[in-house]
């Protein structure tokens, strides 16, 4: 089976920068058509051109995927742009503080929704349009492949990101069940979960914070922080005919952070 994703098209999403930005460049590099969609139009812009927005391999699109209607247009305007959509990467994703004592806190309802329910609706529409668009496909494999980037604070607590944390083990539990929910129709959906990654964010606050790259090297077995490409690379493997078998999983991309016990990392 090859990696190659070649001659797919490609919607990814929270595509104006961090890892969502670097996993739509990886797959243009890759040969792959990619739809950028944010929210966020002069990250756009700026980033990818005003090309970008009529013509050539990469395109963007503006919106709030949080509405049907939004989810609809982008799903239109890839069609329009590229005739099909063979993968969706939900890379879109928030984090928020949450005050756990204090009822009237809405990080809860906000993560729940970015986080978990507009990759949802979105995952559900795209599944319907690729089944629609094979339907006169007679070959036995894949037709679509649906990528949820994920956390591996999903598995890992702070006193602080207590809607981040349920949010990302939400869409965990949200791959696995569509997992098996879209086998059927021959459709695979998978996550990738990360660590610390050298994103232009986390590069400003290492700036202003001398500790915190000792901090996450010393919690990290392989002792370094990942570079964009690292998810990006995992995320290609899950999207390429070489993951035809995988579905319902979600890889782990943290070198090793979340085989350890941070109390035992303190103590030494």
Do not use: C, W
């Amino acid at each position: 089976m090859s990696f190659s994703i070649a001659g797919k098209t490609a919607i990814v999403t929270g595509a104006a920068n961090g890892v969502g930005l670097a996993i739509g460049r990886h797959f243009l590099a890759g040969g792959a058509n990619v739809m950028f969609a944010d929210m966020d139009e002069e990250t756009l812009l700026r980033e990818m051109g005003e090309d970008a927005a009529e013509e050539g391999q990469a395109r963007i699109f503006a919106g709030d995927l949080r509405k049907k209607l939004t989810i609809a247009n982008l799903l239109s305007a890839t069609v329009d742009a590229f005739d099909r959509v063979d993968i969706l990467v939900n890379a879109a994703r928030q984090v928020l503080e949450t005050d756990a004592l204090d009822p009237d806190d809405t990080s809860m309802e906000e993560l729940l929704q970015q986080n978990l329910l507009a990759g949802l609706r979105l995952s559900q529409a795209t599944a319907r349009r690729m089944i629609k668009l094979a339907k006169d496909d007679e070959t036995e494999g894949p037709i679509g492949s649906i990528v949820n980037i994920s956390s591996i604070a999903a598995r890992r607590t702070h006193p602080n990101l207590l809607a981040y944390s349920v949010s990302n083990a939400a869409l965990d539990q949200m791959t696995r069940s569509l997992a098996v929910a879209l086998a059927s129709e021959r459709i695979r959906v998978n996550a990738v979960a990360f660590g610390s990654v050298m994103s232009a964010s986390l590069k400003g606050s290492l700036r202003e914070d001398d500790d915190m790259r000792d901090a996450i090297v010393d919690n990290t077995p392989l002792q370094r922080i990942a570079g964009p490409s690292e998810v990006s690379d995992a995320v290609q493997y899950l999207a390429s005919d070489a993951a035809g078998f995988v579905t319902g999983q979600i890889i782990t991309v943290d070198g090793g952070r979340t085989l350890i016990d941070p109390a035992a990392v303190s103590a030494h």
